[in-house]
């Protein structure tokens, strides 16, 4: 269905004889691309309800036993 929504435009398009009217579907596209092109930061809300209870469980294992041990020795 949407490609077909897509030929359409391009037909209406293909119509269009108005510079003007051809200088603001540019903008509208170019304005659609640039939104579209550029990267949003990734936010950890993103994750959520992605894993179990179990699962987050093992991954906060993971975080304690990997990332909360300080080795003194490596501050010096």
């Known amino acids: 269905m949407i490609e077909a929504r897509?030929?359409?435009?391009?037909?209406?398009?293909l119509?269009?004889?108005?510079?003007?009217?051809?200088?603001?579907?540019?903008?509208?596209?170019?304005?659609?691309?640039r939104i579209h092109s550029t990267p949003r930061p990734f936010s950890a809300h993103?994750?959520?309800?992605?894993w179990n209870k179990e699962?987050?469980?093992?991954?906060?294992?993971a975080i304690e036993e990997g990332c909360e041990q300080i080795n003194e020795?490596?501050?010096k």
Not at 7 to 12: A, C, D, F, R
Not at 15 to 33: G, H, M
Not at 46 to 50: A, D, I
């Open 46 to 50: 993103e994750l959520s309800g992605v």
């Open 6 to 13: 897509k030929i359409h435009l391009i037909e209406q398009m």
């Open 15 to 33: 119509k269009v004889n108005d510079d003007a009217a051809l200088t603001r579907l540019e903008s509208i596209l170019q304005e659609l691309t």
């Open 73 to 75: 020795d490596d501050w």
């Open 55 to 61: 699962d987050a469980d093992l991954i906060e294992k």
